[in-house]
Nanobody, 123 residues
Framework: EVQLVESGGGLVQAGGSLRLSCAASGFTFDDYAIGWFRQAPGKEREGVSC????????YYADSVKGRFTISSDNAKNTVYLQMNSLKPEDTAVYYCAAKLGPPKLLPDQYDYWGQGTQVTVSS
């Protein structure tokens, strides 16, 4: 059974940091790309960052470049999202997802999803 479990969300003040984790199981991790997405109330789900588990290539949405860093620990089948300099507009439910093939920031291309973790940034 494929499982993606996010953790690490919480409440933080603007300018603060959080590190999200996505623990994956039930599939061959190295064959998949992992993406982080977020959805704020009343808004569509948007791509934040993604990484190839095979070659480590990474991609970021313009809104998070220079503030967020995605990384992968293939030995632990876990992907991390380090979020620094957080802003109130980063408040959302953050999801990780998995897809075969190259990483993309398009939610519709992902096959498996976690349950999400809430990130709230206060001003």
């Amino acid at each position: 059974e494929v499982q993606l479990v996010e953790s690490g969300g919480g409440l933080v003040q603007a300018g603060g940091s959080l590190r999200l984790s996505c623990a994956a199981s039930g599939f061959t991790f190295d064959d998949y790309a992992i993406g982080w997405f977020r959805q704020a109330p009343g808004k569509e789900r948007e791509g934040v960052s993604c990484i190839s588990s095979s070659d480590g290539s990474t991609y970021y949405a313009d809104s998070v470049k220079g503030r967020f860093t995605i990384s992968s620990d293939n030995a632990k089948n876990t992907v991390y999202l380090q979020m620094n300099s957080l802003k109130p507009e980063d408040t959302a439910v953050y999801y990780c997802a998995a897809k075969l093939g190259p990483p993309k920031l398009l939610p519709d291309q992902y096959d498996y999803w976690g349950q999400g973790t809430q990130v709230t940034v206060s001003s």
